[in-house]
């Protein structure tokens, strides 16, 4: 794996654990009771964005660090999912003389 697909593989994970940690523990105005003019009831109360953005980085790094490691050892392979059989069959090493 290259330094821009471990870049691009980081920046993906990073938006996946952002969309799925964003309506943890989220409260709303319309929960609280205190809705401002102008804005939906749907809208955060409270939002802390730090807090968001440190714990989708730490979520992001780990599983970052499983999957690359996952890429790198060769355990998972391109060739293991390919269901449809278009690759076809691996390259075979050149025989020892």
Do not use: Y
């Not at 390919?82 to 390259?91: K, L, Q, V, W």
Request: aromatic residues 8%; charged residues 15%.
């Amino acid at each position: 794996m290259g330094i821009t697909s471990a870049i691009v593989l980081f920046a993906v994970i990073w938006f996946l654990v952002l969309f799925v940690v964003l309506p943890l523990r989220l409260k709303t105005q319309g929960d609280v009771g205190e809705v401002v003019p102008g804005t939906h009831a749907s809208a955060p109360a409270d939002f802390q964005p730090k807090r968001v953005v440190r714990t989708v980085t730490i979520v992001a790094v780990i599983l970052w660090a499983i999957i690359a490691g996952t890429i790198l050892s060769g355990v998972i392979t391109v060739r293991d999912i390919d269901f449809m059989n278009r690759m076809g069959d691996a390259p075979k090493a050149a025989a020892q003389e």
